[in-house]
C-alpha cells in the first residue's frame, strides 16, 4: 500500500476570525484552528498567508496550533497586498505565489482553505483553483447550523474536477465562450493563431487594468476590437466610465497638447474657455490612442507622466488633474524601430508594452473570409436596409478569388467591406449574381494593381490560368481583348469571325463566342465591357 501523501492546507490567516482573547480561544469558533482540529482531516503542513502587520494574531494562532495540533507545522508566507479588497492587486500576488511556489503532487495533497480573507481574495482562490494554476482542491469551514455551532465547526471538501459541479465548469464555460464572441465581434473566426490571440486577449482585459497595445496593418480592425475590449471590461463591471477614442495622426502643432491634456481659460491665444481634454474625459473608462506612435516626443513624455501618476497639469495650468482610466493603444508601426530611430520613447514604450497583440492582415487570415463576407453582408443589409442575398455561384466565385494569391487584401477589412456593400448597393432587387462579384473582382483588381495589374487571363480565371497552354492562353487574351470594347455579344463575334464569315453562307458569330468562351468556363457577362 502506497504511503499516505502529505496533506498541505494554503489559505489566509483571517485577522479577525483567527483572533480571540486568551478566555475565549477555545470556546470560540476559529476558522484556521478549528481545521487542524478534525482528527478525521490531519494536516501535515498549513502555509498562511498574512499581511506585514498581522504579527500579534500570526504568533498566536501558532501556538496555539501547536498546542491542539502538535503534528501539524505552520509556515508563514508574507504577502504584501496594500487594498485586501482590489481584485487586480489580490490576485496578482496569489499567482505570483502559485507560479514559484514548488509544487510536489506526487508526495503531497493541497487544499485551498477559502472560509478566511476577503471576499475579494476568496474569489481569487476559486479562480485559480478552477484554472488548476493552485493544483488542489477547496476546503471551506464553518462553526455548523445557526444556533448549534461548536469551536470546532464542519468542514467541506470541494473537487471542481468531480461531476457534481459540472454545472458550475459549464457556466464558465458559457461565459469564456460569450466574452470571446463579443472580442470577435460574433464572427466564427477558423483561422487557429488568430483564435489563440484572442484567447489570451480575453484573459489579460479581464485579469486587471494593464495597458494594451495592439499591432497591426491599416485596416486590420484595431478599432474595432479596442472597442470589443472595452465593452467586455464595461460587461464585467471593471469599467462604469465612457471610451474616449483618439487617432493620433490628427493631432497636430499646438493644438495636440490641449487636445490631449486639455488647457485652461486664456491659456494661449484663442483659449476663450476651459477645456478638459481626452484624457481626462476618459476618467473610469478607456482611453483608445490609435496611431500611438504620430505622437510627439513632447505628447510622449507626458502621456507617460500621466500614465505613471494619473496626474497631470493642463496647458497653462499651475495645479495639477486626476484621471484614472485604462489605455488601449493601436499602431501599423514598428515601435521597436522607431525607438532606435529617436522618434519614440523606450520608456514610454516599456510601459505600454506590457500586453502587446497583433492582429494580422487578411491575406494572413484566408480561412477566416467566408465568414468575415457573411459578417459583412449583415451589415451591408443594415445599412442599406433592405434584404440582401448572395446567390450560391456568386458566393463561390467571390471566395474563390479571394482566397486565391491573385486577392492581396492591402485595405483588408475595409477592402471586404468596400466590396460588400458596393455588391449590395448595386444588387437588382438585392440579389447579388455571378455577374456583380465578376465586376467587383474587376474593380478590386485594378484599384489594387493599377498599371501592374494581371493579364486579363488572369484577372478572369485567376489560379486556374495558370493551367492553360501558351496557345491557348495568347488565344483567349486576345478574345478578351476584343469582347471588353465591344458593344455587344454580337459585334465582338463579328470582329472575331470576320474572316471566316466570308467563306460561309450562313454564321453565327455571337454563338460561336458563346461556345469558345464555354470551353473555358466563361459566359459573356463575366468578359463583358
Known sequence: MPPRKRRVVLGFLGTTLDSGAKAQRWSRWRPTIAMCRHPDLPIDRVELWHGPDAGPVLAQVTADLAEVAPATRVVPQLLTIRDPWDFEEVFAALHDFARTYPFDPDREDYLVHITTGTHVGQICLFLLVESRRLPARLLQTSPGTRGAGSPIGRYEIIDLDLERYAGLAARFRREHATSQALLKDGIATRAPAYNRMIDELETVALAGRDPILLLGP?????????????????????????????????????????????????????????????????????????????????????????????????????????????????????????????RFRADLLARVDLWTFRLPGLAERREDLAPNLDHELERAAAAIGRRITLAADARARFLAFAESPAATW?????????????????????????AAVDREIARLTRAWHGATAPDRVTRVLGERAATLDRFDRAQLEDVLAVCEHASSMSDAGRQLFAASRMRRSTTNDADRLRKYLARFELRWEQVAP
Open 218 to 342: 491599416t485596416g486590420a480592425g484595431k478599432s474595432q476590437l479596442a472597442r470589443r475590449v472595452y465593452e467586455l471590461k464595461r460587461q464585467r463591471h471593471q469599467l462604469a466610465g465612457p471610451l474616449v477614442e483618439v487617432n493620433c495622426a490628427t493631432l497636430r502643432g499646438d493644438g495636440a497638447m490641449s487636445a490631449l491634456f486639455g488647457h485652461v481659460k486664456g491659456a494661449f491665444t484663442g483659449a476663450a474657455a476651459a477645456r478638459d481634454g481626452h484624457l481626462r474625459a476618459a476618467d473610469g473608462g478607456a482611453l483608445f490612442l490609435d496611431e500611438l506612435g504620430e505622437l510627439d516626443l513632447g505628447e510622449q513624455a507626458l502621456l507617460l507622466h500621466a500614465l505613471e501618476t494619473k496626474r497631470w497639469r493642463p496647458v497653462g495650468a499651475d495645479a495639477e488633474v486626476v484621471s484614472d482610466f485604462v489605455l488601449l493603444a493601436g499602431t501599423n508601426r514598428d515601435l521597436g524601430a522607431e525607438v532606435a530611430a529617436g
Open 410 to 434: 492591402p485595405g483588408n477589412f475595409r477592402d471586404l467591406a468596400g466590396a460588400v456593400h458596393r455588391m449590395a448597393t448595386l444588387a437588382p432587387g438585392g440579389h447579388v449574381d455571378v
